[in-house]
């Protein structure tokens, strides 16, 4: 019986966090493939979510409406994974390699397997240094697979991830405005609430409510006196 990418789910995902060309090799040929780096974008995206979810819980967002706004936080992720393969897509093609979406769209799925670690950006004043880890991480890891996805060099490959890079930013700041733009509606509606994510602002509801937990306490001593 023919194994697919799902079954051999963990040793994709190991293989990609430990920058294993092989892995990349096998997100190509096996069955299921495609299927199978798209979950581990979504997973990544997840593990995000809940790495930022601080973010919710300054912001008083209800349990039910937490883990909704964790979904759809995962779907958004998902999104920038779709506009980062079509412009690394279109990156190959202005360099003049024939480079087939999929086959862009499997290894920078894969490549994302660092990302499943995001969780940890919630860890207090580290969160910031591991986020540019994981990135720096998953970025390495779509240099090693890209050469053996496209049958180029690894410099070729380096260009055609910077070029990608480029019009990434550009997808970002015209056609993804209105994705961005949704995409915050979609939070809000999904918290429920108008969240806060400006971290002085966030630094200063959290100053407030201990200030206002403070003077509770010692109203309630004085009281008891």
Aim: with cysteine; proline share 4%; hydrophobic share 55%.
């Amino acid at each position: 019986m023919t194994q697919t990418a799902l079954d051999r789910f963990w040793e994709l995902v190991s293989g990609a966090i430990t920058l294993n060309p092989r892995a990349f090799e096998l997100i190509q040929t096996l069955p299921w493939s495609t299927r199978t780096a798209l979950y581990i974008v979504i997973i990544a995206g997840f593990s995000q979510a809940l790495g930022q979810g601080i973010v919710l819980f300054i912001n008083r967002v209800k349990p039910f409406r937490f883990v909704l706004s964790l979904l759809i936080a995962s779907i958004l992720f998902a999104f920038s994974y779709i506009f980062w393969t079509l412009s690394t897509w279109i990156a190959s093609h202005l360099l003049l390699w024939d480079a087939s979406f999929l086959a862009v769209a499997r290894t920078l799925g894969l490549a994302y397997a660092p990302l499943m670690l995001s969780f940890f950006v919630a860890l207090p004043y580290l969160g910031v240094p591991i986020s540019i880890l994981l990135s720096i991480w998953s970025f390495s890891a779509f240099l090693i697979g890209l050469p053996v996805a496209l049958g180029i060099g690894f410099w070729q490959a380096f260009w055609c991830s910077a070029l990608g890079w480029v019009v990434f930013q550009v997808l970002q700041r015209t056609i993804g405005r209105p994705v961005a733009a949704v995409g915050r509606w979609l939070a809000n509606i999904g918290a429920g609430v108008k969240l806060v994510t400006d971290l002085k602002k966030l630094e200063q509801i959290v100053e407030t409510r201990w200030q206002q937990v403070y003077e509770n306490n010692f109203t309630n001593r004085q009281s008891r006196r």
